[in-house]
């Protein structure tokens, strides 16, 4: 009778919830199952047959799905780096322009080079910037 339980949960397990599928099954136990299945009716064992198919063509087709979703990932990862490579591109030759503008309106101003580094340029502007925040916060407390 424990026999006929385990070999009827074998049959209709479904292999998604197997912890143990990787351990091949006894003989014992592999000659209690064909005991079981020689029990059944021609009926039977064809609908057997049959749900066991269905289910490994179930998880044939999950393990399909699976293999792309990890294509569509590596495929997103190639479309993703191609397209920082062309922003970079981009990027680059717009950082060469403003660079070439810059020292043509230095050229055509006639400021030193010194005066023109970005950097230097920035940097001014920042104190700038605080200087007049500064200011405006005096005079905000003087209109009060």
């Given at each position: 009778m424990q026999d006929n339980l385990q070999s009827e949960r074998m049959l209709?397990?479904?292999?998604?919830?197997d912890h143990?599928?990787?351990?091949?099954?006894?003989?014992?136990?592999?000659?209690g199952f064909l005991q079981y299945i020689d029990g059944m009716s021609a009926h039977s064992f064809h609908c057997?047959?049959?749900?066991?198919?269905?289910?490994?063509?179930?998880l044939r087709m999950e393990y399909y799905w699976r293999?792309?979703?990890?294509?569509?990932?590596?495929?997103?990862?190639?479309f993703l780096v191609s397209l920082s490579g062309e922003a970079e591109g981009?990027?680059?030759?717009?950082?060469?322009?403003?660079?070439?503008l810059?020292?043509?309106?230095?050229?055509?101003?006639?400021?030193?080079m010194a005066l023109g580094d970005p950097e230097v340029l920035t940097t001014a502007c920042d104190e700038s910037r605080k200087a007049i925040r500064h200011v405006d916060d005096k005079l905000s407390v003087l209109q009060c």
């Open positions: 209709l397990r479904h292999a998604y919830n143990d599928l990787s351990e091949p099954m006894n003989n014992k136990y592999k000659e057997a047959v049959h749900y066991k198919e269905a289910v490994r063509e179930s293999q792309w979703q990890v294509e569509i990932s590596n495929r997103l990862k190639t981009k990027f680059r030759m717009a950082e060469k322009e403003s660079q070439w810059l020292h043509v309106l230095l050229d055509r101003e006639g400021l030193p």
